[in-house]
């Protein structure tokens, strides 16, 4: 059961370049978030699903897109990177249900954009 | 305006140590969460509590303990006898009915550093 799963774990861009970060998740949870960490602003939400089909915005998504095609898969793609976007990017997941309130994180991916 | 806020940016003490990170919060719902997470420096994120809006009684688990008031909007976190391991960045976060819990709201961050 690996949880939460997300690569790559550093990547180093140039300018303009795109990528996609990966995550995955083995725990049947519906809901699937994107968040953005940099110094001293916590956690901002990127973008999230609350299912396969369905993704919504979250506070900054400009310069991010998003799909889910799957339970298990929630892709982050930059499409033409700016050092704005250097961060630490973290997938999470929260299950449905009375129990499932809280949100489980993967181990972040550390990304730098020259 | 911020949802949640933790107004102590970095803390630090000296092992043994008890110290309290505050954690106030906004919201005009009735029903919400809070909950805690913590950082370690390796970097992940850990989750520590949830409390619901109708339990205000408080919790304790070992060294820790939490005190939620409704009536400061505050969930205060106490770590009692501060070990070096208890380093970390602590967020504190809010999730509300009027989202359908769908989002959790963080606050800044509290950056305990424990001295030994």
């Known amino acids: 059961n690996a949880g939460v799963t997300q690569t790559p774990k550093f990547r180093v861009l140039k300018t303009g370049q795109s990528m996609t970060l990966l995550c995955a998740q083995d725990?049947?949870?519906?809901?699937m978030y994107w968040y953005r960490q940099d110094p001293g602003m916590g956690l901002r939400l990127i973008h999230y699903?609350?299912?396969?089909?369905?993704?919504d915005q979250g506070e900054v998504p400009n310069g991010y897109n998003v799909s889910r095609s799957t339970t298990e898969d929630f892709p982050l793609r930059l499409l033409s990177a700016a050092p704005s976007q250097t961060s630490v990017y973290f997938c999470?997941?929260?299950?449905?249900?009375?129990?499932?309130?809280?949100?489980?994180f993967g181990p972040g991916t550390r990304l730098t954009v020259t | 305006a911020q949802k949640v806020t933790q107004a102590q940016t970095e803390i630090s003490v000296v092992e043994k140590e008890d110290v309290t990170l505050d954690c106030v919060y906004e919201?005009?719902?009735?029903?919400?969460?809070l909950f805690w997470y913590k950082q370690p420096p390796s970097g992940e994120l850990v989750f520590l509590i949830r409390?619901?809006?109708?339990?205000?009684q408080n919790e304790i688990s070992g060294r820790y303990s939490w005190n939620f008031q409704k009536s400061t909007s505050s969930f205060n976190f106490t770590i009692t006898a501060s070990q070096v391991v208890d380093s970390a960045v602590y967020f504190c976060?809010?999730?509300?009915?009027?989202?359908?819990?769908?989002?959790?709201?963080f606050g800044p961050g509290t950056s305990l550093s424990v001295i030994p």
């Open positions: 999470a997941t929260k299950g449905w249900g009375a129990s499932s309130y809280e949100q489980y």
């Open positions: 725990m049947n949870h519906e809901y």
């Open positions: 699903s609350v299912g396969a089909g369905i993704t």
């Open positions: 919201t005009r719902d009735t029903t919400y969460y």
């Open positions: 409390r619901n809006s109708f339990d205000e």
């Open positions: 976060a809010l999730s509300e009915a009027q989202t359908s819990y769908d989002k959790v709201i």
